[in-house]
């Protein structure tokens, strides 16, 4: 009796003993198909956080085995994966839209008008603004002019902008409190007028004057925009945010809402190119916390194709002795690239037609050659003249949106006709000679699901699985490829791979649980797949 109580005893120390010895951690998710996209991208079945970082990739046996769990998480078998990163949205601007007429699949100018009618009766606004219209999706394919806007808002003024941004239409009362007139000067872009007097159409630089003219958000309008795009984001598995252009008083209403843990997500900002911002920015020290990383300029360089902005090297196949235009003097640019190429801030510049490609690629080039590790970015990289992909490096990123070949492929032959669409939407061949690509929505110029860049950088088609066969399906990317451009390589393309972009040991543990396996399913289904939980330092957010 004596023996068989001791041995009890001795048993019993073994359990405490090992409980003692054992690590704590505060989180297990089991029973999951993990793609960890390391540098093997391998699968596996079980991991282990601690303090908001992964601990440890296995089997849920040999982690239960080894440390001390404070919670369990079953995945059901379902898939999980590294939080997606956007590698170029616009997240302050997505917020904004939430509180402002949405003008997104609208099929025609009449209803444009209706829904902004029925915004206008709902919230009684001082000055109308929205944005989405797109004239390539009506039967007239031509810009709408402001005189319905004038003859149903004499009084009011209104200002809707071009779904990607570089164009919008103001009726007469915006023009005035503008100060435009048919003898308004400007550089970069157009003040359309027919007939001697204005369409109400204004195209790139000359924008700013309209929107320097509409009141400014408040501080609470500014936070509540914050906050929705947030939860927009964490809805469909985004952890991480690259906002492609943004003035130093967001930037700081991010970091103190990321201070006061209301805002939770992880941004990426790229400071807008003003006077202002360079001069503050510059001379300091790059600025980066858990969730905020300031480290990059973003400038523009031309236009959008959709609106004839986008500078090509030779006119546009559908409008002869046309260009399109660049937004900035050649010199300014130079300049500008100069400035950062001696200060440890990053480059990235929008670029659509190639001609602006060829310019910013040639100067990148000339900066570049001894410049170290810089990850310098080429925004869009949409139509490359097929001797210039050589540019491309680790060192000269292009970073795309997959979603633009498959908005812009009705009708982006048309503009640029059968040669130059070669070094058009050519992801793979920019994957080839970068090694890498940074895969993005644009969003609010497209939509914000991320499901939507996969299926069209893998299948090249709309929803409606047009064309049959794929656009220009030569240069599609493979699943593993997008996987890793939307989360790996984007890391990488913001200096931040040793800490996000994959599941492993030391990372944060960012992560999201899907209903369906991305990897596996049928590529139409790809579009429809839902986030059940999104992740944020293991913590869920969604």
């Not at 292009?398 to 640029?416: C, F, G």
């Amino acid at each position: 009796m004596k023996k068989i109580l001791l041995l009890g005893l001795f048993s019993l120390m073994l359990i405490s003993c090992n409980s003692i010895d054992k690590e704590k951690a505060d989180l297990l998710v089991f029973n999951a198909e993990i793609y960890t996209v390391d540098e093997n991208f391998s699968t596996a079945e079980a991991f282990v956080t601690k303090d908001g970082k992964f601990l440890e990739i296995g089997t849920a046996e040999a982690l239960e085995e080894k440390y001390d769990i404070a919670e369990k998480l079953d995945a059901g078998g379902k898939s999980v994966f590294p939080g997606f990163i956007d590698g170029h949205a616009h997240f302050y601007r997505l917020g904004l839209q939430q509180q402002r007429v949405d003008l997104t699949g609208t099929k025609s100018f009449d209803e444009v008008v209706q829904r902004i009618v029925d915004f206008q009766n709902q919230r009684g606004a001082e000055f109308i603004t929205g944005r989405g219209w797109d004239q390539n999706d009506w039967e007239n394919k031509e810009f709408p002019t402001k005189d319905t806007l004038d003859e149903l808002f004499p009084d009011t003024p209104i200002a809707v902008t071009r779904i990607d941004g570089h164009a919008l239409l103001a009726n007469q009362a915006a023009l005035d409190k503008a100060g435009i007139t048919t003898v308004t000067p400007f550089d970069g872009g157009d003040i359309e007028q027919k007939n001697g007097r204005l369409t109400g159409i204004i195209v790139d630089n000359p924008m700013s004057l309209i929107t320097n003219a509409q009141p400014e958000p408040s501080t609470q309008e500014q936070v509540n925009a914050l906050l929705d795009a947030q939860k927009i984001s964490f809805e469909y598995g985004l952890t991480t945010v690259v906002d492609a252009g943004i003035d130093r008083e967001t930037i700081e209403l991010m970091d103190s809402l990321h201070q006061e843990e209301s805002l939770k997500i992880r941004l990426y900002a790229m400071i807008s190119n003003t006077e202002e911002n360079l001069d503050y920015y510059l001379d300091k020290d790059p600025i980066k916390t858990e969730r905020l990383n300031v480290r990059s300029v973003k400038f523009y360089g031309d236009g959008a194709l959709g609106s004839r902005g986008a500078a090509l090297k030779e006119e546009y196949s559908d409008r002869a002795g046309h260009f399109g235009a660049l937004l900035s003097p050649v010199e300014d640019f130079k300049e500008t690239a100069e400035r950062l190429a001696a200060s440890k801030f990053q480059l990235n510049t929008h670029a659509i037609g190639d001609s602006a490609n060829y310019l910013v690629l040639k100067i990148y080039d000339e900066l570049l050659k001894d410049g170290g590790d810089r990850r310098w970015r080429v925004e869009h990289s949409q139509v490359i003249d097929t001797a210039d992909f050589k540019y491309f490096s680790k060192n000269i990123i292009p970073s795309v949106q997959p979603t633009h070949a498959t908005s812009d492929m009705y009708w982006a032959e048309d503009r640029l006709g059968e040669e130059r669409m070669q070094g058009a939407y050519a992801f793979k061949k920019l994957l080839d000679q970068a090694g890498i690509v940074a895969l993005g929505t644009d969003f609010p110029v497209e939509e914000v699901s991320p499901f939507l860049t996969f299926y069209a950088a893998v299948a090249r088609q709309d929803t409606d699985n047009y064309p049959e066969d794929g656009f220009m399906m030569e240069q599609a990317l493979s699943r593993e490829e997008t996987l890793k451009g939307m989360t790996i390589w984007a890391a990488y393309a913001n200096f931040e791979e040793k800490e996000k972009g994959s599941i492993e040991a030391g990372k944060f543990a960012d992560f999201i649980i899907l209903d369906k396996d991305i990897m596996k399913v049928d590529a139409a289904e790809i579009p429809g797949i839902k986030v059940l939980e999104t992740y944020v330092n293991a913590e869920k957010v969604y």
